[in-house]
């Protein structure tokens, strides 16, 4: 099975921030990898798509980058709406795989 | 617009079977650029990928799980099917249905349902 190590598992940040949110790979996935938001009580929301493709109708300020192993969300100004938990998932290779998920806090 | 929504007990008594069906509207399952998914998620924990369905038949299993697990679909009811054998406590999650298209990972999601194996 591939591996999907996501880091920070949680973090604190204020509206306006920067926030970056960071996926590795246990071997390379090419670009297929996604990345999905998911607030209390909801089922996920993909963001990205094919590792840096925007899902239509998803705010600017969220943007992917990275292919192999390594993968990026940024989020380039943090608004209120944005706290929330954070997932990618890996679609190069069955079991399809997600990282454990990053929690976007308010400080 | 697309929908997808999850039917089934919500409650299941452990060595029972876990039956869940996901219904399509707003989109045919007979989709060629489309897999058709199941995807859990256990109270406070990370999700996991349960198997995938292909208009045709083509089954796609976690090995974790394939032991347990039946995908099924029937395209004139635009509905796909999970079954679950055996099932203990540590299968007690949130379940959702889900499309996926190619390499291009889950675009639409069923609202889930939360199915608790207890007795």
């Known amino acids: 099975d591939i591996q999907m190590t996501q880091s920070p598992s949680s973090l604190s940040a204020s509206v306006g921030d920067r926030v970056t949110i960071t996926c590795r790979a246990s071997?390379?996935?090419?670009?297929?990898l996604s990345w999905y938001q998911q607030k209390p009580g909801t089922a996920p929301k993909r963001l990205i798509y094919a590792a840096s493709n925007l899902q239509s109708g998803v705010p600017s300020r969220f943007s992917g980058s990275g292919s192999g192993t390594d993968f990026t969300l940024t989020i380039s100004s943090l608004q209120p709406e944005d706290f929330a938990t954070y997932y990618c998932l890996q679609h190069n290779n069955y079991p399809l795989t997600f990282g454990q998920g990053t929690k976007v806090e308010t400080k | 617009q697309l929908q997808l929504q999850e039917s089934g007990p919500g409650l299941v008594k452990p060595s029972e079977t876990l039956s869940l069906t996901c219904t399509v509207s707003g989109a045919s399952l007979r989709s060629p650029s489309h897999y058709w998914d199941w995807i859990r998620q256990p109270p406070g924990k990370e999700f996991e990928w349960i198997g995938s369905i292909y208009y045709r038949g083509n089954t796609y299993y976690n090995p974790s799980l394939k032991s347990r697990v039946t995908l099924s679909v029937d395209t004139s009811k635009n509905q796909f099917s999970l079954k679950l054998t055996s099932v203990t406590a540590t299968d007690t999650a949130m379940y959702y249905c889900s499309r996926r298209a190619y390499s291009y990972g889950f675009d639409y999601w069923g609202q889930g349902i939360l199915v608790t194996v207890s007795s």
């Open positions: 071997q390379g996935i090419r670009d297929d």
